[in-house]
């Protein structure tokens, strides 16, 4: 088996056409819950190695990612468990959205929280440069204290950052 891509716009067509798909959404909760297409069955990518065996090996199963990466990964492993028919959605949900083809979800406003953690970092780093500059030399540590976070962010693979995020009212919404 080869494990082939699929476009956005091909597998809405077979949803309009009224296929019954396996539509799999392997995103984390804090992404689904910004939007998510209607029907699509959710296996977080962090619970799939677990939950691969529960999928319908006798129908064709569409992955969607964000990008398209993770479902790349996790097509490989549904082929190492023997599944025959597995397709990647191209571009995954970023191509889905940029096709204008349906989502579900009120907060499609809302940045991925990798974006967040990643704003909110430069935006702590720039204002203690500011403040350092502009008040006291000491909000230098500031800059500091935010830029030894993400190193250790990096090295431990975890973010305390990204866990106050996910707690703020624009994530949890659809959550509750």
């Known amino acids: 088996m080869s494990i082939s891509e699929i476009s956005p716009k091909d597998?809405?067509?077979k949803i309009s056409a009224g296929e019954h798909l396996q539509l799999v959404d392997i995103r984390e909760d804090f992404e689904r819950n910004t939007a998510k297409i209607d029907k699509s069955l959710h296996v977080p990518y962090s619970q799939f190695s677990n939950r691969?065996?529960?999928l319908d090996e006798h129908r064709d199963i569409y992955l969607l990612c964000r990008s398209g990466k993770r479902a790349g990964v996790a097509a490989k492993e549904l082929e190492s468990l023997g599944y025959q028919?597995?397709?990647?959605?191209?571009g995954g949900m970023d191509?889905?959205?940029r096709n204008g083809l349906p989502i579900d979800g009120e907060s499609l406003h809302v940045w991925s929280l990798e974006r967040q953690v990643r704003f909110t970092a430069g935006?702590?780093?720039l204002t203690g440069i500011a403040l350092s500059?502009?008040?006291n030399a000491n909000w230098i540590f500031?800059?500091?204290v935010a830029?030894?976070?993400?190193?250790?962010?990096s090295l431990m693979n975890t973010c305390g950052l990204a866990t106050i995020l996910r707690m703020m009212p624009w994530n949890c919404q659809h959550s509750r």
């Open 11 to 13: 597998v809405f067509d």
């Open 52 to 54: 691969a065996k529960t």
């Open 85 to 90: 028919s597995v397709f990647v959605i191209k």
């Open 95 to 97: 191509a889905w959205a």
């Open 123 to 125: 935006l702590i780093i």
């Open 133 to 135: 500059y502009s008040i």
């Open 142 to 144: 500031l800059s500091v």
């Open 147 to 153: 830029a030894v976070g993400m190193v250790f962010s």
